[in-house]
């Protein structure tokens, strides 16, 4: 498996993927995914060496972060 490249996040020390994962999930790019199939996204790109995960507010009220949190479980 080829190895994601890694960054300085800010100055605190913090590293990060390169790349990161949007986790947008209001429907503003059309239907939304069952939850289901992007847990499996979030473990997919965690398994390839993503570790930026990009939440926002906007995205829907704490939608994308609840998503991770059960990601996390």
Same mark, same amino acid.
């Given at each position: 498996?080829?190895?994601?490249?890694?960054?300085?996040?800010?100055?605190? $020390?913090?590293?990060?993927?390169?790349?990161?994962? $949007?986790?947008?999930?209001?429907?503003?790019?059309?239907? $939304?995914?069952?939850?289901?199939?992007?847990?499996?996204?979030? &473990?997919?790109?965690? &398994? &390839?060496?993503?570790?930026?995960?990009?939440?926002?507010?906007?995205?829907?009220?704490?939608?994308?972060?609840?998503?991770? $949190?059960?990601?996390?479980?």
């Amino acid at each position: 498996m080829e190895k994601v490249r890694r960054m300085n996040l800010g100055s605190q $020390g913090l590293e990060v993927s390169a790349q990161g994962l $949007g986790c947008m999930s209001n429907g503003y790019y059309g239907p $939304g995914k069952p939850e289901a199939d992007m847990i499996k996204l979030v &473990h997919h790109a965690i &398994h &390839h060496g993503i570790t930026f995960l990009d939440t926002s507010d906007v995205y829907g009220p704490y939608a994308n972060e609840i998503l991770l $949190g059960k990601f996390l479980l």
